[in-house]
């Protein structure tokens, strides 16, 4: 399996947070279907001065890129237009 960091940064737009706050049941359920079959390792939400959430972070394990991008083009903070910007960068996690 391939680890890999995933930094995504919200919309800014005035209706940005709403559209997260809608997406986020639906978000989490895919995390918790990605922590059952082992594709999920760690992540939550980014957040700003005044603890509103703008962004997440996540370590997530696929066989390949090609799943990988699977899943992020169907995750509903993609479908529901949350995220702006999406870096997704080759990690691995100590193991110590």
């Known amino acids: 399996m391939i680890q890999y960091l ?3 940064f919200d919309h800014t737009d005035a209706d940005a947070l709403q559209r997260r706050l809608n997406a ?3 978000h ?3 995390v918790k279907r990605l922590k059952a079959s082992g594709n999920f390792v760690l992540g939550g939400a980014m957040l700003n001065s005044d603890g509103d959430m703008i962004g997440s972070t996540m370590i997530v394990q696929f066989e390949d890129e090609e799943q990988l991008e699977q899943w992020k083009q169907n995750d ?3 479908t529901g237009k949350v995220w702006d910007r ?3 960068r ?3 996690v100590a193991d110590v």
Request: charged share 20%.
């Open 6 to 8: 995933i930094t995504a």
């Open 24 to 26: 986020r049941p639906s």
């Open 28 to 30: 989490l359920e895919g």
């Open 76 to 78: 509903p903070y993609v």
């Open 86 to 88: 999406v870096e997704v």
């Open 90 to 92: 080759p990690f691995k």
